[in-house]
């Protein structure tokens, strides 16, 4: 299995922390959007607005008046101007260009050039101002069409809601940041030590393509002097002088590296991370079997230790086959005193034993695991066998341990 693979787990949990982060940073701008909307709503005087409109309709209606009315005294004044210009002499006709007529003629063109700029000036004056009012006005009956479409009652309920998703969207996101924190530093070891490996193989495949290239060299060399400083070379180098058999030591270190502490590395990265992002929330013991060391029994102080250690994480459920009474030679409420009134404990019916009642109260629960040595191979059609839902442990040496759920305790 590929390293991206085995750490997709990890991946999946920090795409989910970016996708957390999004929704938190959607939820307040709603927020804030919906907040704007309903203290516009509230300050917001449709009477007052519609005042305004009117007001401003009528400006509009004005000033396109008045701009009819200036742009037909320039057409007035563009036919007066092209009258007079049709009168006037070529300047090459000097004797007559110089007469007191044609300088008075002359002269009007000049004042009408002028006025009929001064109204081209006004006209697009009272244009802008026309196409800002008719914006102004425009933005208005938007406003008002707004504020009577709006539903303040809906929009108060849906903001009401906002405060508690968003407490709920921080607690998954605080959550999610201590597990994946968590994870990460568990599995930090493991990739600074893989990143290694995968280092050190990088350095290998470079001594390999050093040695290649001297290899090419030596069969490229005219004489045996050429070989030998070739070899000097890569002696020097290497502290070997056949390059054949620097790629050969490296090749060899190569395969080592990728087959056994490579390959090992990642089966434990990937064991470890499955450890991590596992959700357990109930846990089932199988009681007799923690009852045994090797083929000694040890009465329960194997599963006191294992429950003394495992207090107040998960919900705890011990099963005992029907013998556990006549080997403790206790009744069942004793047991049950014994183990303590926070952890539920069931005995199989006589003649009977644990194996499928676990199996039937794990049901199909992915955070409910059993603890057991069991193999449970006959009851293979079980969820939980099905989903390796299974812990196993040791007892050895005066200790239980049991891996999967990073537990070690003294009985």
Same mark, same amino acid.
């Given at each position: 299995m590929a390293l991206d693979d085995i750490l997709k787990p990890l991946q999946?949990? /920090?795409? $989910?922390?970016?996708?957390? /982060?999004?929704?938190? !940073?959607? =939820?307040?701008? !709603? $927020? =804030?959007?919906?907040? /704007? *909307? %309903?203290?516009?709503?509230?300050?917001?005087? @449709?009477?007052?607005?519609?005042?305004?409109?009117?007001?401003? %309709?009528?400006?509009?209606? #004005?000033?396109?008046? #008045?701009?009819d009315n200036v742009e037909r005294s320039k057409a007035t004044l563009d036919k007066q101007l092209s009258a007079l210009r049709s009168e006037q002499i070529n300047p %090459?006709?000097?004797?007559?260009?110089?007469?007191? #007529?044609?300088?008075?003629?002359? *002269?009007? %063109?000049?004042?009408?050039?002028?006025?009929?700029?001064?109204?081209?000036?006004?006209?697009?004056?009272?244009k802008a101002s026309l196409s800002k009012t008719n914006s102004n006005a425009g933005f208005a009956k938007k406003r008002l069409a707004e504020h009577k479409k709006f539903n303040l009652e809906s929009t108060v309920k849906l903001l009401s809601g906002f405060p508690e998703s968003i407490e709920r969207t921080k607690a998954d996101l605080v959550a999610l940041s201590a597990e994946l924190k968590a994870i990460e530093t568990r599995m930090q070891p493991h990739m600074q030590k893989h990143e290694s490996l995968k280092s050190e193989v990088s350095t290998l495949n470079a001594d390999i393509a050093s040695a290649q290239n001297f290899d090419r060299n030596l069969g490229n060399a005219a004489n045996s002097y050429e070989k030998a400083m070739i070899h000097q070379k890569c002696e020097v180098k290497f502290g070997i002088g056949s390059p054949k058999q620097v790629i050969k030591d490296r090749l060899s270190q190569i395969?080592?590296?990728e087959k056994n502490d490579i390959a090992k590395l990642e089966r434990r990265i990937h064991e470890e991370l499955k450890k991590s992002v596992r959700t357990v929330d109930h846990l089932l013991i199988d009681g007799n079997n923690v009852c045994y060391e090797g083929e000694s029994f040890i009465e329960l102080r194997g599963l006191t230790a294992l429950l003394s250690a495992l207090a107040g994480r998960y919900t705890i459920t011990v099963v005992f086959d029907a013998s556990i009474r006549s080997l403790l030679k206790a009744s069942t409420q004793d047991i049950k005193r014994r183990l303590? *009134?926070?952890?539920?404990?069931?005995?199989? @019916?006589?003649?009977?034993? *644990?194996?499928?009642?676990?199996?039937?109260?794990?049901?199909? +629960? $992915?955070?409910?695991?059993?603890?057991?040595?069991?193999?449970?191979?006959? &009851?293979?059609? &079980?969820?939980?066998?099905?989903? +390796?839902?299974?812990?196993?442990?040791?007892?050895?040496? +005066? !200790?239980?341990m049991a891996n999967d759920l990073d537990i070690t305790v003294n009985i």
């Open positions: 999946q949990r /920090r795409n $989910r922390l970016s996708e957390l /982060r999004s929704q938190l !940073k959607n =939820q307040q701008d !709603k $927020r =804030q959007e919906l907040e /704007r *909307a %309903v203290n516009n709503y509230e300050i917001y005087d @449709p009477v007052s607005e519609q005042k305004k409109l009117v007001t401003l %309709v009528a400006k509009a209606a #004005e000033l396109s008046r #008045e701009i %090459v006709i000097f004797w007559k260009f110089f007469t007191a #007529e044609q300088k008075d003629l002359r *002269a009007e %063109v000049d004042r009408l050039q002028h006025k009929i700029l001064a109204l081209d000036q006004g006209i697009e004056t009272d395969r080592r590296l303590g *009134a926070s952890v539920m404990t069931h005995i199989a @019916p006589t003649k009977t034993g *644990a194996d499928e009642y676990l199996l039937k109260l794990a049901g199909q +629960g $992915r955070g409910t695991f059993i603890i057991s040595n069991d193999r449970y191979a006959e &009851y293979h059609e &079980y969820d939980a066998v099905k989903a +390796g839902r299974l812990f196993r442990f040791l007892i050895a040496d +005066g !200790k239980l």
